[in-house]
């Protein structure tokens, strides 16, 4: 479906980049030949999926896990540089709209987890409840899959991280209080930005900043460790608000701080200029040059131990403000090791424990 330039309300994209796995597609050559018009910013549509597996071994130097699982597949969060939308293609939806308005529910994740779990030939390493979209987004108010998931984490003493931006987190800061108190979980807190203004359309449907705040000063109070992440840093749009976000999450009691640099691999660079151009007109060309200087020329970079920094003059500006302030704010800056010793499978039955 092609793009009309305009923005969706309450959501990040504005369109449907063609999916480029699939041979056959839609798209609208000339709106104005449209008579009736298109419900672009549809309702959310929550689909079940039962997959085989749930835990996904990572292969990448750029990530501190070894496995990841994701109970959802797409967010509602709807942020327009999210580096996995193109997931979605795998499944036959676009990167755009369709990430955010069609949500696969994995509901037999915590079976999958325990059976996993369960397993002779688990190696007990920690595992990432996230990777590829949010744990907490919208639906899980709902499905409460990421709660069950810590359950099941909790009763085999299985190391976890979180990484969210949705202060729905702190619903189960009584599960991550009792896992942190034996070295069994972490959680990243994402802030990208400070500005209200900005966050209603680059991550509409998030938490506030404000929010996130309160959610790392929570879960520190309750013994959880805390990071905070800047991810991505947005040249000539959010690379300003560094040490004000910085600041602020050291304030808060996170621990520590990381950041990225935006990079649009794939369909998201379609997905992206179009919010930029719809938001963002004035600004657009000089936060697009910008970016293509981070990445030698281009809105991408694929390769591992730079995609993530950039390269180039501006890369470098923006890796030592970042260090600078980081080490000022965050004087220890270090997030504590996982405990891999504890791991121990329940009797079965036990966790029927957690049903409900």
């Not at 540089?81 to 990430?99: M, Q, V």
């Not at 002779?120 to 998931?149: C, F, H, K, M, N």
């Not at 998201?268 to 030698?296: C, M, N, Y």
Request: proline letters at 8%.
């Amino acid at each position: 479906m092609g793009m009309d330039e305009n923005p969706v309300k309450g959501r990040g994209a504005s369109a449907q980049p063609v999916n480029r796995l699939l041979r056959t597609s839609r798209e609208v050559v000339e709106w104005e030949g449209i008579d009736e018009p298109l419900e672009l910013g549809g309702p959310t549509r929550y689909l079940v999926e039962e997959p085989r597996t749930i835990v996904n071994r990572v292969n990448s130097p750029d990530l501190p896990f070894v496995y990841s699982m994701n109970p959802y597949q797409g967010c509602e969060h709807g942020c327009a540089y999210c580096y996995a939308r193109p997931t979605h293609e795998y499944w036959g939806y676009s990167a755009g709209l369709d990430f955010e308005q069609v949500i696969l529910v994995k509901r037999n994740a915590p079976e999958l987890l325990e059976q996993q779990l369960r397993n002779r030939r688990w190696e007990v390493a920690p595992i990432s409840i996230s990777g590829a979209t949010d744990p907490y987004q919208p639906a899980e108010r709902r499905e409460r899959l990421t709660r069950r998931l810590l359950e099941v984490a909790l009763a085999f003493k299985q190391p976890v991280s979180i990484i969210t931006k949705n202060a729905l987190v702190l619903r189960d800061a009584d599960l991550l209080e009792e896992l942190a108190a034996q070295g069994l979980a972490t959680v990243a807190f994402s802030i990208t930005t400070l500005d209200e203004q900005l966050r209603r359309v680059l991550e509409p449907r998030t938490s506030t900043a404000v929010n996130r705040l309160r959610a790392i000063r929570e879960l520190r109070r309750a013994g959880v460790p805390v990071m905070a992440m800047m991810a991505p840093i947005i040249p000539a749009l959010n690379q300003h608000e560094i040490p004000a976000v910085l600041e602020a999450a050291a304030e808060a009691g996170a621990l520590t701080a990381s950041y990225t640099v935006l990079r649009t691999n794939g369909a998201v660079a379609q997905v992206f200029e179009g919010w930029l151009r719809s938001h963002f007109p004035d600004r657009a060309e000089k936060i697009l040059a910008q970016t293509r200087q981070l990445h030698g020329g281009a809105v991408q970079d694929t390769l591992p131990g730079r995609r993530m920094r950039g390269e180039g003059p501006l890369a470098k500006n923006i890796n030592t403000l970042f260090t600078v302030l980081r080490n000022r704010h965050f004087p220890r800056s270090v997030m504590p090791a996982l405990r891999l010793d504890l791991f121990k499978p329940p009797p079965y039955g036990q966790l029927r424990l957690f049903d409900g």
